[in-house]
C-alpha cells in the first residue's frame, strides 16, 4: 500500500480519526464519506475523509 494513497477518516461528531483507508485519487476525485463506529460516540455515525 502507497503512503500517497492512505487517507484518514475521521467522526463528524467528536472529531476523532478512527480509520485509515486508502483510495485510488485518480477514479475518485471526491472526499470519501462512510458510515462507521465510533468508539468515543459509542455509536454508528458518519466519517468523513480528513486532511493529511
Known amino acids: 500500500m502507497s503512503q ?3 487517507i484518514k477518516l475521521s467522526c463528524k461528531d467528536c472529531k476523532n480519526v478512527n ?3 486508502s483510495k485510488n485519487k485518480k477514479l475518485v476525485t471526491k472526499k470519501i464519506e462512510l458510515s462507521k463506529y465510533c468508539k468515543l460516540c459509542r455509536k454508528r455515525t ?3 475523509e480528513g486532511k493529511k
Request: hydrophobic share 20%.
Open 19 to 21: 480509520y485509515w483507508t
Open 4 to 6: 500517497d494513497r492512505l
Open 46 to 48: 458518519d466519517h468523513k
